[in-house]
């Protein structure tokens, strides 16, 4: 009788699932594109200027969501989901408070 055993390991990195994941969101928005430029009788409304806040922008997220994928990985998603999905709010929050004076507090003394 014959036994054999094959053995697999796949080495997996967290950055595995980056271009996956970012080539279906370039996909996406130039399939919107295209169909909002087709509704728009090939005259979209371009605006310059937020044409370089929205490459920053983009690319602000995309190393923010390379960041979640090693976080993952490294932290395991029952860690690592609530760090990411409230650590915007707050640091949003304390910008508005402290920097851009918000909320305002009247003392009664």
């Known amino acids: 009788m014959w ?3 094959i053995t ?13 994941t970012f ?4 996909a996406t928005g130039t399939l ?4 909002y430029a087709i509704f728009q009788k090939n ?5 310059p200027h937020a044409i370089l806040p929205g490459f920053v ?5 995309g190393i923010a969501t390379s960041g979640w994928f ?14 990411v999905s409230t650590g915007p709010g707050v640091v949003a929050s304390l910008l508005g408070v402290l ?3 918000e909320i305002k507090v009247l003392l009664w003394f």
């Not at 080539?23 to 370039?26: A, E, H, K, P, T």
């Open 3 to 5: 036994t054999t055993s």
């Open 8 to 20: 697999c390991v796949f080495i997996v990195s967290a950055l595995d699932y980056v271009f996956s």
């Open 23 to 26: 080539s279906g969101i370039l």
């Open 32 to 35: 919107y594109f295209l169909i």
């Open 43 to 47: 005259r979209p409304k371009v605006y």
């Open 57 to 61: 922008s983009g690319t602000m997220w």
């Open 70 to 83: 090693v976080a993952n990985k490294v932290l395991s998603e029952a860690v690592a989901f609530p760090i």
């Open 99 to 101: 920097v851009f004076k």
